[in-house]
């Protein structure tokens, strides 16, 4: 089963009201691969949503970078998946390992985060990865499958779901998981996909990869038969994000 490449970009807390029409600019003016070959989505803070989608080119779409667990109400701060529907926001990123470790996110909780999600009609983009540590004892497969395995407990459709495998020791280091690296994992958690929830489903999620993605090393990553795509971090904020859409040109040809 052929699988659509996938290009988030997650702007994460960075922008100004200059600063994102300028990135929206550049990202309207790029001469990139068709829908049919490339799924683009660009995740700006909550707060330039409503600017980016108003603006943004028609294919490419917006995503929020984080969601309530459950409806809105006497949560301070929190944004409700009620909310972005009621933008017109189609996804969201879900788990990132920043909101794991800063805010002590667990497995559970994303879990249950995906699953309401998913049930108010967004699209989610959920983060699994591994720390330095875990990886240097031989824990990757374990960490990614418990991940994976809290999301797959809460959920049964998966049509609406991309998983992004960021190893944790690659984000915004500068360091990024070898090709070889990155293929050996996706390739692992699409066996686990296939042994624990189901072939069609191993066949058909995309896995994208994100750490330190950028346009010296996306060509040879995108290369990969298991790496469906990349979630692209401070890149996602210069002019190299054109050439890792570009990317998918390339991918498994």
Known sequence: MARKFFVGGNWKCNGTVAEVNKI?????EADVPSEDVVEVVISPPFVFLPQVKAVLRSDFVVAAQNAWVRKGGAYTGEISAEMLINLEIPWVI?????????????????????????????????????????????????VVSEQTKAIAEKIKDWSNVVLAYEPVWAIGTGKVATPVQAQEVHADLRSWLATNVSSDVAESVRIIYGGSVNAGNCVELAGQPDVD??????????AEFVDIIRSALVSKS
């Not at 929206?24 to 309207?28: D, G, P, S």
């Not at 795509?229 to 210069?238: D, Q, R, T, W």
């Open 94 to 142: 879900l788990g990132h390992s920043e909101r794991r470790a800063l805010l002590k996110e667990s497995n559970e909780f994303v879990a249950d985060k995906v699953a309401y999600a998913l049930s108010q009609g967004l699209k989610v983009i959920a983060c699994i990865g591994e720390t330095l540590e875990q990886r240097e004892a031989g824990e990757t497969l374990n």
């Open 24 to 28: 929206v600019k550049l990202l309207n």
């Open 229 to 238: 795509g990349f979630l692209v971090g401070g890149a996602s904020l210069k």
